[in-house]
C-alpha cells in the first residue's frame, strides 16, 4: 500500500462540487461513431468528505449507506450508491487509510433526466475523498477515479458526461478521439432551455433499443449516422461565427437533430409534444440524453429566456434556463 499519502486528523473535511450537463448534439450516433457537443451547466452536486472513525456513510437525496466496513463487497452495497462507495473504497486502499469515511451529498440536478447527476456526484465525490486523504487530486486523476466509479454501474459509460462535469465548459466527444474542449465566447451568444419531462429514463435501454433499430434498418441508420456527422461539423462551424446568428441556427439545427433522434424512435408522445410547444417559443428544440424520458432542450436568443420560461411555466412545464457552467470541478 502507499505510503506517500499523509492522512488528516479526525474531523478533517473536504468539500467540492461539479456541475451536470447537457448533450446538445449527437446523443445516441455518438455510440456508432459520430462526435457528441455537450456543454457543463449551472446545477450541481456538492459533496462533503469528513474522516470518521470506521466504513463508509453516505447520505444523499437519493438513499443512504451506513456500513461499518471499508471492504465490502461492491454488489452488497445500493446500486445508486456503489459509484461513492467504490470511491470511498479505491481512495483508501490507494492511501493505505484504514478509519471510516463520511459523504454528504447535496444535488440541484434532478436524477434519471440525463442531465449528468451520476458524473457530477462521481467527479464532486472523487475530488472530495482524494483531497480528503490527502492524495493527488489533479483534475487528471479525479476524471479517471469518476469514471472508473460510473462504470461500476454503467460499463459502458463514455466518461463524456464526466469530462464535461470535471471541466466544465464546452467539448466534443467521440469513441475514437475522447474528449476536446470547445472554445465560446461568454456569453455565448446563445440561450439554453432545458426542460424535463418528468419521465425517468433508463439509458442502457435505450441504447440497447437503437441498436435493434440499426439491426433492422442498417442502411438508413448508416445514412443517418452520415447526415449527423456533418450536421455536428455544421454546427461547430455556427460556434465559430457570428453572435448574432448563433441561437437561430442552432436552432434550425435542433429541429433537424431531433428529426432524426425520432427517426431513431428515441422520442415518444409526451417528449414529441413538449418539443413542439417549446419549438413553437424558440428557434428550435430537440431530446437532449438518451431519451425516452428526460429532458429537451431549447435554443433562442439570451434576451428571450426570462419570457420562454414564464411561458413554459404558465403551460405546467418543469424547466429552466440553463447557463453554461465554465468553472468545471471546484474544491473548497
Ligand atoms: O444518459 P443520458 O441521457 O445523458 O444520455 C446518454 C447518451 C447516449 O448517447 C444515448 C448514450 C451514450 O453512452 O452516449
Redesign the pocket.
Given at each position: 500500500m502507499s505510503t506517500t499519502a499523509h492522512h488528516h486528523t479526525s474531523g478533517a473535511a473536504a468539500c467540492a462540487s461539479a456541475p451536470g450537463k447537457v448533450?446538445l448534439f449527437g446523443?445516441?450516433f455518438?455510440?456508432h461513431g459520430t462526435d457528441?457537443i455537450l456543454c457543463a451547466i449551472n446545477r450541481r452536486v456538492s459533496i462533503t468528505a469528513t474522516e470518521t472513525a470506521n466504513g463508509v456513510k453516505i447520505r444523499s437525496c437519493i438513499g443512504n449507506i451506513n456500513t461499518d466496513s471499508l471492504d465490502a463487497p461492491i454488489n452488497s452495497i445500493k446500486t445508486a450508491l456503489r459509484p461513492l462507495y467504490y470511491i470511498a473504497q479505491t481512495a483508501s486502499r490507494r492511501a493505505g487509510f484504514r478509519r471510516g469515511i463520511n459523504l454528504d451529498v447535496t444535488s440541484e440536478i434532478p436524477s434519471g433526466a440525463?442531465l449528468?447527476s451520476s458524473s457530477a456526484c462521481c467527479a464532486a465525490g472523487a475530488a472530495a475523498v482524494l483531497r480528503l486523504l490527502g492524495l493527488d487530486a489533479s483534475r487528471e486523476k479525479v476524471l479517471g477515479l469518476a469514471v472508473d466509479a460510473e462504470r461500476v454501474i454503467f460499463p459502458?459509460?463514455?466518461g463524456?458526461?464526466t469530462a464535461a462535469s470535471v471541466l466544465g465548459g464546452m467539448l466534443t466527444y467521440s469513441r475514437q478521439s475522447g474528449y476536446t474542449n470547445i472554445p465560446f465566447d461568454s456569453p455565448p451568444g446563445f440561450g439554453l432551455i432545458v426542460a424535463n419531462s418528468g419521465i425517468i429514463?433508463d439509458?442502457e435501454h435505450?441504447?440497447r433499443q437503437v441498436e435493434n433499430h440499426k439491426k433492422r434498418n442498417s442502411s438508413e441508420f448508416s445514412l443517418l449516422c452520415q447526415k449527423e456527422s456533418e450536421l455536428i461539423l455544421k454546427v461547430l462551424e455556427i460556434l465559430r461565427g457570428h453572435d448574432s446568428l448563433k441561437a437561430a441556427e442552432l436552432g434550425r439545427m435542433a429541429t433537424r437533430n431531433q428529426s432524426y433522434l425520432e427517426s431513431i424512435g428515441v422520442s415518444n408522445e409526451r417528449l414529441g409534444e413538449m418539443i413542439r410547444v417549446m419549438r413553437s417559443l424558440t428557434y428550435g428544440a430537440k431530446i437532449t440524453?438518451?431519451g425516452g424520458g428526460?429532458c429537451a432542450i431549447a435554443f433562442t436568443k439570451e434576451d428571450r429566456l426570462a419570457k420562454i420560461y414564464d411561458e413554459l411555466i404558465g403551460r405546467g412545464y418543469d424547466c429552466f434556463a440553463a447557463k453554461i457552467d465554465c468553472a468545471g470541478l471546484n474544491t473548497f
Amino acid at each position: 500500500m502507499s505510503t506517500t499519502a499523509h492522512h488528516h486528523t479526525s474531523g478533517a473535511a473536504a468539500c467540492a462540487s461539479a456541475p451536470g450537463k447537457v448533450i446538445l448534439f449527437g446523443e445516441h450516433f455518438v455510440v456508432h461513431g459520430t462526435d457528441a457537443i455537450l456543454c457543463a451547466i449551472n446545477r450541481r452536486v456538492s459533496i462533503t468528505a469528513t474522516e470518521t472513525a470506521n466504513g463508509v456513510k453516505i447520505r444523499s437525496c437519493i438513499g443512504n449507506i451506513n456500513t461499518d466496513s471499508l471492504d465490502a463487497p461492491i454488489n452488497s452495497i445500493k446500486t445508486a450508491l456503489r459509484p461513492l462507495y467504490y470511491i470511498a473504497q479505491t481512495a483508501s486502499r490507494r492511501a493505505g487509510f484504514r478509519r471510516g469515511i463520511n459523504l454528504d451529498v447535496t444535488s440541484e440536478i434532478p436524477s434519471g433526466a440525463g442531465l449528468g447527476s451520476s458524473s457530477a456526484c462521481c467527479a464532486a465525490g472523487a475530488a472530495a475523498v482524494l483531497r480528503l486523504l490527502g492524495l493527488d487530486a489533479s483534475r487528471e486523476k479525479v476524471l479517471g477515479l469518476a469514471v472508473d466509479a460510473e462504470r461500476v454501474i454503467f460499463p459502458d459509460a463514455s466518461g463524456a458526461d464526466t469530462a464535461a462535469s470535471v471541466l466544465g465548459g464546452m467539448l466534443t466527444y467521440s469513441r475514437q478521439s475522447g474528449y476536446t474542449n470547445i472554445p465560446f465566447d461568454s456569453p455565448p451568444g446563445f440561450g439554453l432551455i432545458v426542460a424535463n419531462s418528468g419521465i425517468i429514463h433508463d439509458t442502457e435501454h435505450m441504447v440497447r433499443q437503437v441498436e435493434n433499430h440499426k439491426k433492422r434498418n442498417s442502411s438508413e441508420f448508416s445514412l443517418l449516422c452520415q447526415k449527423e456527422s456533418e450536421l455536428i461539423l455544421k454546427v461547430l462551424e455556427i460556434l465559430r461565427g457570428h453572435d448574432s446568428l448563433k441561437a437561430a441556427e442552432l436552432g434550425r439545427m435542433a429541429t433537424r437533430n431531433q428529426s432524426y433522434l425520432e427517426s431513431i424512435g428515441v422520442s415518444n408522445e409526451r417528449l414529441g409534444e413538449m418539443i413542439r410547444v417549446m419549438r413553437s417559443l424558440t428557434y428550435g428544440a430537440k431530446i437532449t440524453g438518451a431519451g425516452g424520458g428526460g429532458c429537451a432542450i431549447a435554443f433562442t436568443k439570451e434576451d428571450r429566456l426570462a419570457k420562454i420560461y414564464d411561458e413554459l411555466i404558465g403551460r405546467g412545464y418543469d424547466c429552466f434556463a440553463a447557463k453554461i457552467d465554465c468553472a468545471g470541478l471546484n474544491t473548497f
